[in-house]
């Protein structure tokens, strides 16, 4: 089935610093989406993006639809403790409103 | 606003037995979806139903069941449990298919 590969798996990083991961897919999506996870908790959706090329933000996250539709990526400026937590992205199908996940990416902060 | 409620939070079952987890969607939501969230992977599509009608189904085998009741809550049902199907099953409602998807806290379900 199709399956979206998230990188890095896991960051640990200082308060303050920025972040930055990506998703890439072997087949195309038409919607790409940003979650995060916390302990106990469902996914809550971050950003949503809906066209090629399309760059968005959502107070110190940035994210960006790539031009292939095959791959996304998330930037986190100037992290901070509760950014703690498990991110996920998930493309979606015109016509087939599955979303498929990636694996996740851990992000660790030491204050 | 009440969002997405499921229930119950935390289950232990045995192999072979049976389970019914049970999703309220936020209020004016027509459409439920359901996800198997494996420890340390991302959620995997289960079902999809609205308006009461099976819309998607991701590759679960046929003990897996759900439905939707004409107030848009919804069951997920599974039969003959294996201790693979530990995991954590979320709900997620929407207004329509097509629009943006909230999640509930999930349903913890341990199988041994």
């Known amino acids: 089935g199709q399956q979206l590969n998230q990188s890095p798996q896991s960051m640990f990083i200082q308060e303050g610093e920025d972040v930055s991961m990506n998703c890439t897919s072997s087949?195309?999506?038409?919607?790409w989406l940003w979650y995060k996870q916390d302990p106990g908790e469902g996914p809550v959706l971050l950003i949503a993006?809906?066209?090629?090329?399309e760059l968005t933000s959502n107070g110190r996250l940035t994210a960006q639809f790539g031009i292939t539709r095959k791959d996304s990526f998330l930037n986190i400026s100037a992290s901070i403790p509760s950014d703690v937590g498990i991110y996920f992205c998930?493309?979606?199908?015109?016509?087939?409103?599955?979303?498929?996940f990636g694996q996740g990416t851990r992000l660790t902060i030491n204050p | 606003d009440a969002g997405v409620t499921q229930s119950p939070t935390h289950l232990i079952k045995t192999r072979g037995q049976h389970v019914t987890l049970r999703c309220s969607p936020i209020?004016?939501?027509?459409?439920v979806s359901w996800y198997q969230q494996v420890l340390g992977q991302g959620p995997q599509f289960i079902f999809q139903?609205?308006?009461?009608?099976?819309?998607g189904r991701g590759n679960f085998p046929d003990r897996f069941s759900a439905r939707q009741f004409p107030n848009y809550s919804s069951e997920l049902n599974v039969n003959a449990l294996l201790l693979g199907d530990s995991a954590l099953y979320l709900c997620?409602?929407?207004?329509?298919?097509?629009?943006?998807?909230?999640f509930g806290s999930g349903t913890r379900l341990t199988v041994v």
């Open positions: 139903y609205y308006e009461k009608e099976e819309r």
């Open positions: 997620a409602s929407s207004l329509e298919p097509s629009w943006g998807y909230t």
């Open positions: 993006l809906y066209k090629a090329g």
């Open positions: 209020s004016g939501h027509k459409s």
């Open positions: 998930a493309g979606q199908l015109g016509g087939a409103q599955k979303l498929v």
């Open positions: 087949s195309i999506f038409n919607t």
